[in-house]
């Protein structure tokens, strides 16, 4: 859906009137829309090209063997997580307690937790990542 699609900013790419009917259609049932929904979101996210570096789970001692692309977070894009980290945090949390996921949709949503780490991470999105990764727990 989005190949070929470069955002620039996630403020302009995702406004609310996209993003909560994106969000709220990643709760449905249907396992397959959900799963199209996080890919279309780690898509849009991931501008550096560092997804397919985090597409299965695992545990790297040394970060810099992944030889992850890093920008500074955008203004815009440090708006964006300003207003819409809190709803974004909930949709991935809600997301993990579905019940007929896989591990493809773990995979996903850890790789979408590693791209927000590292392309709109600031100090309070660190923060807010470790709390949803602890409540996840």
Known sequence: VTIGFQSNNLLATLPTSFLEPLLSASLMEDAELRLLVIEILLSLID???NRHKFSHVSIVSDISV????????????????????????????????????????????????????????????????????????
């Not at 993990?96 to 996921?101: A, D, P």
């Not at 850890?110 to 791209?115: D, E, F, I, R």
């Open 47 to 49: 501008r550096q090209g």
């Open 66 to 137: 992944l030889m992850l692309k890093v920008d500074k977070c955008s203004r815009q894009d440090t708006l964006f997580m300003k207003k819409h980290s809190q709803t974004l945090y909930r949709y991935i949390y809600m997301s993990c307690k579905q019940e007929n996921n896989s591990h493809i949709h773990y995979d996903a949503l850890h790789a979408m937790l590693a791209l927000i780490s590292v392309e709109l991470a600031n100090e309070e999105v660190v923060v807010d990542l470790i709390r949803v990764v602890l409540a996840l727990q």
